[in-house]
């Protein structure tokens, strides 16, 4: 039986540009955190970096022959800051500029609708050597940044996304310390998280104040927290869990205010959190819809050894991905009408959804039909939370093609396109010709 989404449905492929652009130091870039953070002994489990990457920066005219090859309806893409601006301020770089000029260009061309994602975690090392994310002046830096963006490309870009994950580049980036600038202190992470979202509303405030026509939005990691028992203390770990990743982000965004609960727990731990009521103002201006990268549920537990929420995940045993994830497509059903029933019927997006597995090239041909059955099934929960009233209104796989998965280097491969690294070859794989199919009847088969 095929189960059909509604005629507008809009079906792609997302990317982000330290992942896959390479040319790291042409064209007048400035160093990005990642680049510095790539370069360090140590921080990548392969030690690779992206310097090279998929060298879509010279091969995009390729890849957008990849994405009409695919049906992609449209393709979501983000800005390298450091292109634009080399010192995070100050004088644009017209090159840089020139790259995505031409690259959204080639994708109006071929009736590829452009998502531009403003900010996906390649922040100017510049500006990271100046307090970075936990300085609040990066805020403002990045409004300026925005604003050029919207003035210069807003007329042929009619989707824009301000950050991408805001809680994983922060928590990651500046708590744990296995993300770029690799900080460890969860007063500078809290910190970080602030000023992020005061960036958000300050971009949302820029493009509105330029009259664009077009949607703005944020893109956030977002994940059902699941007791691991009916014991009490479980039950309250897995809702810090979610106080923490989702409604410290959804909150202030969606009700003007962060949770009170979170505020005190962190008081708790002696790391003060203070709301100026302007910021305040910015951070939760309306958008016009929300991304939503959805891979897999928590199941918690109570562990009195993790700082602050005293909490953790349990790791899946059996029916998982590459990444140790388990595979849970009910998940995103759950999250998609959890969203409704809290914060209204905001127009969404999955601006995310994808798996890694061992794939292999064999022949010029790469069988994955794991991931198939994966982008199957969770296609058949989105399809089931539309027929629930959820107002949503496209589905972005992650991701077009194998990259630079972060800390695991090129150990996981992602893409529904193989890509061999030495030759720069693309092969699509099985679950591409199968979204490519899936697109073609604007609906799934089950």
């Known amino acids: 039986m095929l189960y059909e989404f509604p005629k ?4 792609g492929c997302a990317t982000a540009s330290y992942q896959i652009e390479g040319a790291f130091n042409e064209d007048g870039k400035g160093p990005s955190i990642w680049d510095v953070f790539t370069h360090t002994p140590g921080n990548i489990i392969d030690g690779s970096n992206g310097d090279v990457a998929c060298d879509h920066y010279h091969r995009y005219a390729e890849d957008v022959k990849l994405m009409e090859t695919l049906n992609l309806k449209a393709y979501r893409f983000s800005i390298s800051w450091p292109r634009i601006f080399p010192e995070g301020k100050g004088s644009v770089n017209k090159k840089g500029l020139d790259f995505y000029k031409r690259l959204v260009d080639a994708l109006n061309s071929a009736s590829i609708i452009p998502f531009a994602t403003i900010y996906h975690w390649d922040l100017p090392q510049a500006l990271e050597e100046k307090g970075g994310w936990a300085d609040l002046d990066t805020s403002k830096y990045f409004a300026d940044y925005s604003y050029v963006l919207f003035k210069e490309l807003g007329d042929s870009i009619p989707f824009w996304i301000t950050l991408n994950e805001p809680a994983v580049f922060t928590y990651l980036g500046y708590g744990i310390g296995v993300h770029a600038p690799g900080k460890k202190d969860s007063g500078l992470a809290t910190k970080a998280t602030y000023s992020a979202l005061l960036a958000h509303g300050l971009a949302v405030e820029a493009y509105r104040s330029l009259g664009v026509k077009g949607q703005i939005g944020i893109t956030l990691n977002l994940t059902p927290m699941h007791s691991a028992s009916n014991k009490e203390e479980d039950i309250l770990s897995a809702r810090r869990m979610d106080l923490m990743w989702n409604r410290w982000f959804l909150d202030p965004i969606f009700k003007g205010s962060f949770p009170q609960e979170f505020i005190e727990l962190l008081a708790k731990n002696g790391i003060s959190f203070e709301v100026d009521s302007e910021h305040m103002k910015k951070i939760s201006l309306k958008i016009d819809f929300l991304g939503v990268n959805y891979y897999t549920r928590n199941i918690v537990m109570y562990d009195p050894k993790v700082p602050l929420i005293n909490a953790r995940s349990i790791e899946p045993t059996t029916n998982k991905t590459e990444m140790g994830w388990e595979i849970y497509p009910e998940g995103l059903y759950e999250l998609l009408t959890s969203i ?107």
């Open 8 to 11: 507008d449905f809009i079906w």
């Open 340 to 446: 409704k029933r809290d914060y209204g019927n905001i127009p969404l997006y999955i601006t995310e959804n994808g798996s890694a597995f061992k794939d292999e090239l064999i022949d010029e041909k790469v069988d994955d039909p794991e991931r198939e059955d994966y982008l199957k099934r969770h296609f058949y929960q989105a399809y089931r939370a539309i027929k629930d009233g959820i107002d949503l209104k496209g589905y972005f796989v992650w991701s077009l093609m194998d990259n630079f998965e972060w800390a695991y280097g090129y150990t996981k491969r992602f893409g529904i396109v193989y890509v061999d690294y030495p030759t720069q070859k693309r092969i699509i794989k099985r679950s591409g010709y199968y979204y490519r199919k899936v697109i073609e009847y604007n609906g799934v088969e089950l």
